[in-house]
């Protein structure tokens, strides 16, 4: 079992029966929608509802059926995965470009559990680009505000056309460097407009689950 599979499987313990129950996005999720789906066979009974259309297909085609953000007032437990993670619990999202309906869905959860293996785990964010996601209207316009206030950033383009988002958006990614300024970034992006998310997550998680050589390695994050 390789060490997103340990956790994308150890995190269904964070899963009781009548739990409304958030599924993320990207590799490492992959293995939850599939520990998720044997335990439905089994007889857990929970409602899911999904950070992407990718994970609805997925889980839809594992016999699950994913209900409407709308159709839910809260959720219970989301697992999703990072693409770096320091200490204090601020991440870096969006290399599947789903992190504005990630960000949408940790926000109206009570608890959510980023789950990762030991590659994800940095000092300081910056070794992974910081991806924003932007209106498609004015983006040209969108981006040279960006590069004005020194942010780098690179419109994301994927076989050869630009990347269009599950909400039709764009996404940019800027090249910030290792140990960039967090709050200085953020403070720099809420006044751009055509801005509509970026993929900081910053102490959003009550756990994580990291995957080592030795297993999976629980953490709690008492400030939340």
Same mark, same amino acid.
């Given at each position: 079992? #390789?060490?997103? +599979?340990?956790?994308? /499987?150890? *995190?269904?313990?964070? &899963?009781?029966?009548?739990m409304i129950v958030g599924l993320g996005t990207g590799s490492t999720v992959y293995y939850f929608i599939h520990a998720i789906a044997e335990k439905v066979k089994n007889g857990l009974k929970v409602e899911l509802v999904s950070t992407s259309i990718q994970s609805i297909e997925l889980a839809k085609s594992l016999g699950l059926v994913v209900k409407n953000l709308e159709e839910v007032d809260r959720i219970d437990v989301t697992v999703d995965g990072v693409d +770096? @993670?320091?200490?204090? =619990?601020? *991440? @870096?999202? %969006?290399g599947g470009a789903a992190l504005f309906r990630e960000k949408i869905v940790a926000d109206i959860t009570d608890t959510v559990v980023w789950i990762y293996d030991e590659t994800k785990d940095v000092e300081k964010l910056g070794g =992974?680009?910081? !991806?924003? +996601?932007?209106? !498609? =209207? %004015? /983006?040209s316009h969108t981006i040279r505000k960006m590069k004005e206030q020194g942010?780098?950033?690179?419109?994301?383009?994927?076989?050869? +056309?630009?990347l269009i988002t599950d909400n039709n #958006? /764009? @996404? &940019?990614?800027?090249?910030?460097?290792?140990g960039f300024d967090i709050e200085d970034v953020k403070n720099k992006l809420s006044n751009i407009v055509g801005v509509l998310e970026h993929g900081l997550f910053l102490n959003m998680c009550k756990y994580c689950i990291k995957g080592t050589s030795e297993g999976p390695v629980l953490i709690t994050n008492y400030s939340k």
């Open positions: 079992m #390789n060490l997103k +599979e340990q956790v994308g /499987y150890k *995190a269904v313990d964070f &899963v009781k029966d009548g +770096e @993670i320091d200490k204090n =619990f601020n *991440a @870096i999202k %969006g =992974f680009n910081l !991806p924003v +996601e932007i209106l !498609p =209207f %004015g /983006y942010l780098n950033p690179v419109l994301r383009i994927k076989d050869n +056309e630009v #958006n /764009y @996404i &940019v990614d800027l090249h910030l460097g290792y």
